[in-house]
């Protein structure tokens, strides 16, 4: 059996593929972590700094949308954990006095970006 030949084109390709991924996945991360502790600020909530730390910012979460902490373990079920994050999103919406229906456009991608950035930085 042969070994396989290794091309250094695709392997250079693959690396550069691999590292504008991570940084995208990097500046969503930032944007949402800015965005949910200006939500946080905003809304008077303790330990904004929660949001740049995970699992953290899910209790984060919760405390903006004063629904209990166990909630978080509801989280952790599939399928349950989407209904779960539009009521929290929905409670985040109407403390900040915006329509509760803008959490359920977190569930629609493109709009899940723009809306915790509305949430965040309107008046």
Do not use: H
């Not at 504008?20 to 930032?30: D, H, S």
């Not at 509801?74 to 109407?94: D, G, S, T, Y």
């Not at 229906?101 to 949430?119: H, R, S």
Request: aromatic share 14%; hydrophobic share 65%.
């Amino acid at each position: 059996m042969e070994g396989y030949e290794i091309d250094p084109g695709a392997a250079g390709a693959a690396a550069v593929f691999m590292i504008v991924y991570l940084l995208v996945i990097a500046a969503f991360y930032i944007y949402m972590a800015i965005c949910l502790q200006t939500i946080a600020k905003k809304t008077n909530t303790e330990n904004a700094w929660f949001a740049w730390i995970p699992i953290l910012n899910i209790i984060l979460m919760l405390a903006i949308a004063k629904k209990p902490i166990w909630w978080i373990i509801l989280m952790l079920i599939p399928f349950v954990n989407i209904i779960i994050a539009v009521i929290v999103w929905m409670a985040i919406a109407e403390a900040r006095g915006k329509p509760n229906w803008l959490g359920i456009l977190m569930i629609v991608p493109v709009a899940n970006v723009i809306v915790p950035g509305y949430l965040a930085f309107s008046n």
